[in-house]
C-alpha cells in the first residue's frame, strides 16, 4: 500500500475551475464532517433553535444572528475535526501533545456552543 505522502501533488486550477474545484473541496470536508456524531447532533440542535426562534416569532436580527453563530460552531467543528484528523496520523498512539491539541479543538467548539445557547436565550427572552 502506498503511503499517502508519496501521492504526487495535484496540477493548480485557475479561474472558473479553481472556484469549482474549492466546491468540490468543500463539499468532500462536508461530508467527512457528517460522519461525525456532534456534527449531526449541532444539526439537530441548530434545527430545534432556529425553530424556536421562528415560533416565537423573532425578529430578522435575532434569526440572523442565531444562523451566524450557528455557521462559526459548523466551522469550529470542521477545524476541531480536521486537528483530530492530523494528530490522529502523527500521532496513533498516545501523546500529550495530541491529548493537548484535541481538548483545545474541544474546547474552541465548547465556547461556541455555549454563545449558540446564550443567543438562543437571549432572543427567546426578549
Known amino acids: 500500500m502506498t503511503d499517502q505522502t508519496d501521492l504526487p501533488r495535484p496540477?493548480?486550477?485557475?479561474?472558473?475551475?479553481?472556484?469549482?474545484?474549492?466546491?468540490?473541496?468543500?463539499?468532500?470536508?462536508l461530508r467527512?464532517?457528517?460522519?461525525?456524531?456532534a456534527f449531526r447532533h449541532?444539526?439537530?440542535a441548530g434545527a430545534a433553535g432556529l425553530a424556536l426562534l421562528l415560533a416565537a416569532r423573532a425578529g430578522l436580527a435575532e434569526i440572523l444572528g442565531a444562523v451566524i453563530l450557528f455557521l462559526l460552531l459548523l466551522a469550529a467543528e470542521a477545524l476541531n475535526t480536521a486537528i483530530e484528523v492530523v494528530v490522529d496520523h502523527l500521532a496513533p498512539g498516545w501523546a500529550e501533545f495530541a491529548r493537548d491539541a484535541k481538548d483545545l479543538g474541544s474546547l474552541a467548539v465548547l465556547c461556541l456552543i455555549g454563545a449558540n445557547l446564550a443567543f438562543l436565550g437571549y432572543a427567546l427572552a426578549t
Do not use: D, M
Not at 496540477?11 to 472556484?19: N, Q
Not at 467527512?32 to 456524531?37: I, Y
Open 32 to 37: 467527512r464532517l457528517s460522519r461525525e456524531t
Open 11 to 29: 496540477p493548480r486550477s485557475e479561474g472558473a475551475h479553481h472556484l469549482l474545484a474549492s466546491a468540490r473541496h468543500s463539499l468532500g470536508g
Open 42 to 44: 449541532e444539526l439537530i
